[in-house]
């Protein structure tokens, strides 16, 4: 059952990912853009090039022949994948899910036009003034993402007139590729967000992780926990739109399908066909699978007899503060003084600000105070501090 895999984008979800198919008895080849980067320290083999030239992409799919490949970012020649899969490698999910997923005009029209998923009003903007019309349109304040980016970069939300230069400049400076346009949301008034883990299978029923609720700055995850507490009638929804999306893009693998619960129901808002950062809290061991394993056996086509809730969990990201090389850490001994604490390191190379280094986990008995645990991850999160050298000019 050996497979040669080649993981594409090798930040810490790789890294997790990596270890999970180890376990499996696989043969990974990480890739990235930059050296020495998280996942590449754990698989079998490396290599460093830019995943947007077409001709590089081709030229290491050639010298490692892969059974599988496994995307874990957007900056990619996704367009690529159509004839990998036509030469016999797997894409995971599928060249489709991929190409859809990885830009957002792609996911959103396919979402609201083709499915009729209930989502935010949006327009695209390609220009600064394409972006004060789509904003007048749709009112303030709303919310600005490039239509390829990861991790909250470039996204934003004006609340004023005058924030609309900036968001525009912030939305270039952060996207992924050479796509200048963006997408531009009017801003829905939620309650909850929360991401859906959700399992699809070459031969199986789709399966469906208890929810996780997370929160957000700056576009990116500040914290989750699992199980995030909904009604019956939003998650039954929740999944059906799941499968409704995932059955639509085709593939194996896990998802992380997010959504905004308001008081006047749930909207579909993005969609990750792999494992999801807000996930991570399945590092607690919250499930009886982690999201990296539930992903290496879908992709795998091996069993998943069940998804079962063991126990409450909770995640805080353990930020860096600067530019800089060489990270150091400490504070590492008295977050572990915490019971039922965890700290896990991704061991990325450099630091700048905002970046994630790390994550603290908490868990306890599945129906421990959510809130509690929440507060007691940001904690220890906030115990760990992140030293660099600096950066050379």
Excluded at 86 to 95: E, H, Y
Excluded at 271 to 293: C, I, K, W, Y
Aim: aromatic share 6%; proline share 5%; net charge negative.
């Amino acid at each position: 059952m050996a497979k040669k895999i080649m993981l594409l984008g090798s930040g810490e979800l790789g890294r997790e990912f990596v270890i999970a198919a180890k376990r499996l008895g696989q043969y990974v080849i990480a890739v990235d853009s930059y050296n020495d980067a998280p996942a590449q320290q754990v698989a079998d083999e490396r290599e460093v090039i830019n995943m947007l030239d077409g001709a590089a992409l081709d030229a290491i799919v050639a010298k490692h022949r892969p059974d599988v490949i496994v995307p874990e970012i957007e900056a990619i020649r996704t367009e690529r994948f159509y004839d990998y899969e036509k030469q016999g490698i797997q894409v995971v999910p599928s060249a489709r899910a991929a190409n859809f997923t990885m830009n957002r005009r792609a996911i959103r029209d396919l979402a609201s036009k083709e499915l009729g998923l209930r989502t935010a009003d949006y327009r695209y903007a390609s220009t600064l003034e394409e972006l004060r019309s789509a904003a007048c349109e749709l009112g303030l304040p709303c919310v600005v993402k490039p239509l390829m980016s990861s991790s909250g970069k470039g996204q934003s939300v004006i609340r004023t007139e005058e924030e609309i230069e900036k968001a525009w400049s912030y939305s270039q400076s952060g996207k992924r590729g050479d796509i200048a346009e963006v997408i531009v949301e009017s801003f829905v008034n939620f309650h909850t967000e929360i991401t859906l883990l959700t399992v699809t299978r070459k031969n199986g029923e789709t399966l469906f992780c208890p929810p996780i609720g997370h929160r957000q700055e700056r576009g990116d995850y500040q914290e989750s926990w699992q199980p995030c507490v909904i009604s019956y009638a939003d998650l039954k929804e929740a999944r059906e739109i799941a499968d409704k999306v995932t059955r639509s893009l085709t593939g194996a693998g896990i998802w992380g399908v997010e959504f905004f619960l308001a008081d006047d129901g749930i909207y579909f808002s993005e969609l990750s066909p792999r494992p999801h950062d807000t996930g991570m809290v399945t590092l607690a061991g919250t499930q009886n699978l982690n999201e990296f394993e539930l992903h290496a056996r879908a992709v795998l086509d091996l069993p998943i007899p069940e998804i079962e809730l063991l126990k409450a969990g909770a995640s805080a990201v353990i930020l860096a503060g600067k530019e800089g090389g060489n990270p150091a850490y400490t504070g590492v001994e008295d977050a572990l003084k915490e019971p039922r604490t965890d700290i896990r390191i991704f061991g990325k190379p450099s630091t700048r600000p905002y970046r994630r280094m790390g994550v603290a986990l908490v868990y306890d008995e599945p129906d421990s105070d959510i809130a509690a645990l929440k507060a007691k991850a940001i904690a220890n999160a906030k115990k760990v501090r992140v030293e660099s050298e600096q950066a050379s000019l």
